[in-house]
């Protein structure tokens, strides 16, 4: 059976399609960004590959060409998390690195796990160590999962590790549901009013104010209200319209940058109601990562470095490079903790007396577990009070314009009778 890899597209180079045979004599078909075939022939053979044929790929030329959406082609977490508790099921089985990689990357639904795994495997059969392979894909791998690895391999307990990265990843798969499940009621009220309004205002509005024209007379102020804002709906639906479309562009070309991450990540944690919820998830992840690294094996400094760049707010970034200035001098590990507003007392408490008593790992479990349930509580408490306040916001958002338009019917209705 034939087993198809793709490589990431470079920039200038040419897409090869390229069929090979590995080590087992298993036919591998696949595509490979080159500058000519005879580069292609020497990366394969450096893998261990006997080339069988090379030809230019036709993918991409007219009909033909494949289409990628946005974000499509990313790993998302969930997939990390079912790749890294199978993983961990084969080898605790006794199965090869490579035999394990294989069925993985048949296995996977995601279509550039599928072609990275390949191609770790191959690299694996050649010899590589699975964290240096893993390594070479960063935008897959994170780099928390890479150093869990490596400490594994180092210390002969790769099995127990990958039990643990898996753990830790799905906690985040489950603590992202629910924060999603809690906001998706919210959003979906609040893009129908936004739908509703404009509807209302571009549509309805202008027949009546054609009717309100017609009867002459003054308008009531409500009503004079509607009829401004039906005329400024004209000019601002298109543009709302192209900032809706480009803002998410723009912004996830922006939202990575010093500049950008400075200003907005600190005003996360004080967005109110929202504020709280966030800080919780931060310092969920943030214990989560730390201890499972630790339990891992890996160095405190390395561990503190990876933890604060994977916890995606620069305030807690801050936070875990202060601390590692003072695992470095030989200090305390949750004294600089309390330095920041992020860190509440107890969290440095507990942190304080795990480092005192040799169990820093399990204390920083029990602090992310304990934040976990806030998280759930937060999250439950927000949806019970959300939903009637949406559905009292979008009631009298619609009724208010409802009654604008009937007042002057209303009030020539009242001078016929009179």
Same mark, same amino acid.
């Given at each position: ?8 597209? *470079? ?25 000519? /075939?005879r ?6 053979? %450096? ?5 069988? %044929? ?8 007219g ?23 199978? !993983? ?21 639904? /995601? ?7 390949? $191609?770790?495997r ?6 590589t160590?699975?964290? &240096?392979?893993? /390594? ?20 002969? !307990?790769?099995?127990?590790? #990958?039990?643990?990265?898996a753990?830790?990843?799905?906690? $985040? ?5 629910k ?16 739908l ?12 009546f ?17 509607l009829?401004? #804002?039906?005329?400024?709906?004209? !000019? ?9 479309? &480009?803002?998410p ?17 600190p ?10 919820? &966030? ?23 390395? %561990? ?29 590990l ?6 920041h507003?992020? !860190? ?7 942190? %304080?007396?795990? $480092? ?7 204390? #920083?479990? *029990?602090?992310?577990d304990?934040?976990?349930?806030e ?44």
């Amino acid at each position: 059976m034939a087993t198809t890899t793709k490589a990431p597209a *470079k920039s200038g180079h040419t897409a090869f399609e390229y069929s090979a045979r590995d080590r087992t004599g298993k036919l591998i078909t696949g595509t490979l960004e080159a500058n000519d /075939s005879r580069a292609v022939a020497q990366r394969l053979v %450096s893998q261990g590959m006997a080339p069988v %044929s090379i030809v230019e790929s036709k993918a991409g030329k007219g009909m033909q060409m494949e289409i990628t959406l946005p974000g499509g082609n990313r790993v998302k977490l969930k997939d990390l998390a079912l790749m890294s508790r199978q !993983f961990a099921t084969m080898v605790s089985s006794g199965l090869s690195l490579i035999k394990a990689l294989s069925i993985l990357a048949e296995q996977t639904e /995601s279509k550039k796990l599928a072609a990275t795994l390949q $191609e770790c495997r191959t690299e694996v059969e050649g010899g590589t160590s699975l964290s &240096t392979a893993f /390594s070479r894909h960063r935008d897959v791998f994170p780099p928390l999962m890479v150093n869990m690895l490596r400490a594994g391999e180092v210390g002969g !307990f790769l099995d127990q590790v #990958l039990v643990q990265i898996a753990d830790n990843f799905e906690a $985040e798969v489950k603590l992202k549901a629910k924060v999603k499940s809690a906001m998706t009621y919210p959003v979906v009220v609040f893009v129908i009013a936004i739908l509703a309004v404009t509807g209302m205002l571009l549509f309805i509005v202008p027949v009546f104010a054609k009717m309100f024209s017609d009867m002459g007379g003054t308008l009531p102020l409500p009503t004079q209200i509607l009829v401004v #804002l039906s005329h400024g709906m004209k !000019f601002a639906a298109p543009v709302g319209l192209v900032l809706a479309i &480009t803002f998410p562009i723009v912004w996830r070309k922006v939202k990575d940058r010093d500049g950008v991450r400075n200003v907005v990540d600190p005003l996360k944690f004080k967005v109110p109601v929202f504020g709280l919820l &966030t800080q919780k998830i931060a310092l969920s992840r943030f214990t989560r990562n730390l201890g499972t690294m630790l339990r891992s094996g890996v160095p405190i400094l390395q %561990s503190l470095e990876i933890v604060g760049e994977a916890s995606g707010n620069v305030v807690v970034e801050r936070a875990a490079k202060d601390v590692m200035e003072s695992v470095r001098s030989g200090r305390s590990l949750a004294g600089p903790l309390a330095e920041h507003a992020v !860190f509440p007392a107890m969290v440095v408490q507990m942190m %304080s007396v795990g $480092e005192d008593t040799g169990a820093l790992d399990a204390m #920083l479990y *029990k602090i992310s577990d304990f934040y976990d349930q806030e998280v759930e509580a937060t999250t439950e408490a927000l949806t019970s009070l959300i939903e009637p306040i949406m559905i009292a916001f979008l009631g009298g958002i619609v009724g208010s314009m409802i009654v604008a338009m009937y007042l002057p019917i209303f009030k020539v209705m009242d001078l016929v009778q009179g």
